[in-house]
């Protein structure tokens, strides 16, 4: 199985309401392996519960699954971490039609909340939070950002992959990916609504 941190925190950080704790927590996910338990506060182990589910309802859902489907059975279990990264391209080129703030300023808002919350994030997702909001997030607004996204992580990865080919397969398949998208964002986002009003 491929594992390891995802790409996709637009997406994670836009499903996550207004609650600092539940952001923050969703944020840091992928950084956070094993039972919660009380190894964090409530509300932040609720965000990162909420990461969680959120994975496994993209998993089960219909839309997520003929996007990871469009593309090329080469890519084989990384088509599952292209569709994640494919979203978030979507969701920033489009964001106008999903949220009331511009983008850079919504950035700069969230990443005052993580950056206040950061005694409780991994060490390595510490390190990560510049480079997530300064280059990674607004990078995937392009085609060619996302391309790029994907060669430099095809390069950390220590075994051979394919990953870095996977800016071609976004443009080959784009107007369906975007709308797979555009079916899963509005149940995805029903979803995480109804488990944050828990």
Do not use: C
Request: net charge neutral.
């Amino acid at each position: 199985m491929v594992s390891f941190p995802a790409m996709n925190y637009l997406f994670h950080l836009y499903l996550s309401g207004d609650d600092p704790a539940i952001l923050t927590g969703n944020f840091m996910g992928d950084f956070v392996k094993g039972p919660l338990s009380d190894r964090f506060p409530e509300r932040l182990s609720q965000g990162l519960a909420l990461h969680r589910r959120i994975d496994s309802y993209a998993q089960g859902h219909p839309a997520f699954t003929a996007s990871r489907l469009r593309i090329a059975s080469e890519f084989g279990l990384y088509r599952g971490i292209l569709v994640d990264l494919y979203y978030d391209h979507f969701l920033a080129s489009g964001w106008r039609q999903w949220h009331e703030e511009p983008l850079p300023v919504y950035l700069e808002r969230v990443r005052k909340i993580v950056e206040g919350n950061r005694a409780l994030l991994p060490e390595a997702l510490q390190r990560l939070v510049p480079v997530i909001f300064e280059d990674m997030i607004p990078s995937y607004l392009t085609t060619d950002g996302i391309a790029g996204a994907l060669q430099r992580m095809s390069r950390r990865v220590p075994r051979a992959n394919p990953l870095g080919g996977g800016g071609k397969e976004l443009t080959r398949n784009y107007q369906a990916l975007q709308q797979d998208f555009l079916e899963f964002l509005p149940e995805v986002q029903r979803y995480a609504s109804d488990f944050r009003l828990r």
